[in-house]
């Protein structure tokens, strides 16, 4: 029971980190040093089942009620100060950047920074396609299309469930998807319209759940085979977003961006509060990896 107590507290501070825009969920499931078990219980869900469910169980509870419990500051963040909130996840973002780095530092090539330069592009891509879609975007009505692009967008959000350093709600948000999908699951809280606001959110949970095995599976083989290349690829990525989620900022027609003297000062501080967070945060993790390397090479 308290094993589980401290997974199901574990499982909270990760579903704290998928709601927000560049906090990684498996960067705190590393952190918390809970990822591994995560990854084997997965794996091993066919194998061990009860095993699995016991590790699985509390840390799903746990992330839906710290999911949940912030859906409602961030909403009335970006409703009353968006430039403010998106500076602060910004940060966040950018504060990962120079770890991520580490993983290719020594390992630069052409056709390394060529995968991270077209990977920027793709986010370039998408923004664009996002910004043009977003407008026609109405979960009030859910089609057949509707249906699959959620679907398809669930599928994208479970590489952060996966990759340590990747952000599931930034992805979300460069899918232009992260406030209609924050005002889905207030109205649920609220039991407003519920069995249409459920029907709206399950293709996400259905492409999210069934890709995290699909991507666990495409990550393990990229990282055994070409480890090098595909953080190269992580990398534009995740530099890639930071553009994306300050371009939908300023056009965003949800949340309108007004700009004085002091939101754009406190915006300042918050984007360097985001990367100071982050980055420290980052680095903890590596020391903490290191040590635990160091250790296990001491008995062997």
């Known amino acids: 029971?308290?094993?589980?107590?401290?997974?199901?507290?574990?499982?909270?501070?990760?579903?704290?980190?998928?709601?927000?825009?560049?906090?990684?969920?498996?960067?705190?499931?590393v952190l918390l040093g809970i990822y591994s078990d995560l990854i084997d219980a997965i794996n091993g869900i066919f194998k061990h089942f009860t095993k699995s469910l016991k590790v699985l169980i509390p840390v799903a509870l746990g992330g839906i009620i710290g999911f949940i419990g912030l859906v409602f500051p961030i909403k009335l963040g970006l409703q009353k100060c968006p430039l403010i909130i998106i500076s602060l996840f910004a940060g966040l973002i950018i504060g990962g950047i120079p770890q991520l780095y580490k993983k290719v530092k020594g390992k630069e090539s052409l056709k390394g920074f060529s995968l991270t330069f077209i990977s920027i592009l793709i986010m370039v891509a998408i923004c664009i396609v996002s910004k043009l879609t977003t407008a026609s975007i109405d979960l009030s009505h859910l089609t057949f299309g509707l249906w699959m692009y959620l679907l398809l967008a669930g599928i994208i959000v479970s590489i952060a469930l996966v990759v340590p350093g990747i952000s599931g709600s930034m992805t979300?948000?460069?899918?232009?998807?992260?406030?209609?999908?924050?005002?889905t699951i207030s109205e649920i809280i609220k039991f407003n319209?519920?069995?249409?606001?459920?029907?709206?959110?399950?293709?996400i949970v259905i492409g999210a759940i069934?890709?995290?095995?699909?991507?666990?599976?495409?990550?393990?083989?990229?990282?055994?085979?070409?480890?090098?290349?595909?953080?190269?690829?992580?990398?534009?990525?995740?530099?890639?977003?930071?553009?994306?989620?300050?371009?939908?900022?300023?056009?965003?027609?949800?949340?309108?961006?007004?700009?004085?003297?002091?939101?754009?000062?406190?915006?300042?501080?918050?984007?360097?509060l985001g990367f100071l967070i982050t980055f420290f945060v980052e680095r903890?993790?590596?020391?903490?990896?290191?040590?635990?390397?160091?250790?296990?090479n001491e008995v062997r």
């Open 284 to 296: 903890f993790v590596s020391k903490k990896s290191n040590d635990v390397l160091g250790e296990n």
């Open 172 to 183: 979300m948000m460069c899918l232009g998807l992260y406030a209609k999908i924050l005002d």
């Open 193 to 203: 319209n519920i069995g249409h606001n459920i029907s709206v959110l399950l293709p």
């Open 210 to 272: 069934g890709g995290f095995f699909l991507i666990s599976f495409i990550m393990g083989r990229l990282l055994k085979t070409h480890e090098t290349r595909t953080y190269f690829s992580i990398l534009g990525f995740v530099i890639g977003s930071i553009g994306t989620i300050f371009f939908l900022t300023f056009t965003s027609t949800e949340y309108p961006v007004t700009l004085d003297v002091v939101q754009i000062s406190i915006s300042v501080v918050l984007l360097v």
């Open 1 to 29: 029971m308290k094993k589980a107590l401290q997974i199901f507290l574990k499982g909270i501070a990760i579903g704290i980190a998928m709601i927000v825009p560049g906090v990684s969920g498996g960067t705190l499931a």
